[in-house]
């Protein structure tokens, strides 16, 4: 399910070319290999040590490959991404798979809608290039993470 009410991505400045752009190529990275797997994502998955019941925030989601890797590993995973056709074609690969515990939010890494130590876990891959204020976006990914919890960031930069 995806949830479009977050008013803060509207408020801040964000760079609507770059909605736009990544707008209009959603629908090829739900179709890209290179984002859909590889042994970035196999590796994540294997440093998360998961015991099954974590709740997962992935952080600038995409198309969704990340949360739907770890979907079937955990008790609920929530994807956020700044673009909605993004989330849209996350949302329709989640469901293709039947993935019932994963759900989609629109927000941005730099100001995350959520409470302090609201996850076990955040992930983020092929993203954080992307963020507006990189220190900014690790001090919010720090704050809802719990006690103990762990934040694994792959890029491609």
Known sequence: MVNYTLEAIMSLD?????????????????ASGVHSGGPNLDAMLERAALRGDE????????????AIAFAPHV????????????????DRLA????????????????????????????TSRFCAHHYA??????????RVLRAGGRYLLVDSV
């Not at 709740?55 to 990340?66: N, P, Q, S």
């Not at 929530?78 to 996350?90: F, P």
């Open 14 to 30: 964000l760079g609507e070319s770059i909605r736009q752009q990544f707008g209009a190529a959603a629908a090829n990275y739900a």
């Open 55 to 66: 709740r997962v925030l992935d952080v600038g989601c995409g198309a969704g490959h990340t």
């Open 95 to 122: 469901a293709k798979r039947g993935l019932t515990n994963v759900s989609f939010r629109l927000g941005v890494a730099e100001q995350l809608p959520f409470a302090d130590r609201d996850f076990d876990l955040v």
């Open 133 to 142: 204020d990189p220190a900014r976006a690790t001090r919010e990914a720090s």
């Open 75 to 90: 008790a609920e995973v929530v994807a956020l991404d700044m673009t909605r056709e993004m989330l849209d074609e996350a």
